[in-house]
């Protein structure tokens, strides 16, 4: 379990195929304080540590992990937003993450409004129903609100606004239009989603 907030960038440094994909990740970490079997959040994924070193950590990458995230993620010299499992009282700055990709959206357009940057994303039918404005959504594993939502035919656009400090803690300074990004809808949607499919 997560809660959104990134506590560090770490960057690819090798890729290696052994049935599933060997990644191994360069990270601040203290890796001293990281059990083998823990749980990192990779871009919003939740992978497990299989190997250890000072300074990083390595995961595997099973076959469906790379199909259901965004393309080319998992590329070597990629950054990806770090997050460690939450612990029991820990703060839950943003909101519960499980590290599971719900589905994969497209960045449109970034503006710069002020001193932050709104950016707009087209994402799928298979997370559409369960953006709502002014609820929470975690992009490439971030905890964010969003501003307002469009239907359309095959799918919605949501926005977003991404102030200067979650840009300078995430890998959201090099945000481009183009860019495939992981969504994790909120839970509590998940289920309600559920619920009304079982009445019908």
């Known amino acids: 379990m997560f809660t959104g907030i990134v506590t560090d960038i770490g960057r690819i ?33 939740c992978l497990t540590v299989v190997d250890k070193g000072e300074g990083w950590f390595a995961v595997d990458a099973s076959a469906e992990t790379l199909s259901r995230t965004a393309p080319g993620m998992w590329s070597e010299g990629r950054r990806l937003n770090l997050e460690r499992a939450l612990k029991v009282g820990d703060e839950l700055g ?31 039918d298979e997370v559409a129903p369960y953006i709502a404005a002014k609820g929470s959504v975690a992009v490439d594993g971030v905890s964010l609100t969003v501003n307002e939502v469009e239907n359309l035919s095959d799918g919605a656009r949501f926005s977003l606004n991404i102030i200067p400090h979650t ?6 300074d090099a945000l481009q239009p183009g860019d495939r ?10 289920y309600l989603g559920r619920m009304m499919e079982l009445r019908r």
């Open 167 to 172: 840009a300078q803690s995430t890998t959201f």
């Open 13 to 45: 440094e090798a890729v290696e195929q052994r049935g599933d994909t060997r990644l191994r990740i360069r990270c601040g970490y203290d890796m001293a304080t990281v059990a083998l079997g823990a749980s990192i959040a990779c871009s919003g994924v």
């Open 94 to 124: 943003g909101h519960i993450v499980t590290g599971h990709v719900d589905g994969i959206g497209e960045v449109e357009a970034t503006l710069e409004v002020g001193g932050s940057t709104r950016v707009t994303i087209i994402a799928g």
């Open 181 to 190: 990004v992981n969504i994790e809808i909120d839970i509590l949607a998940r």
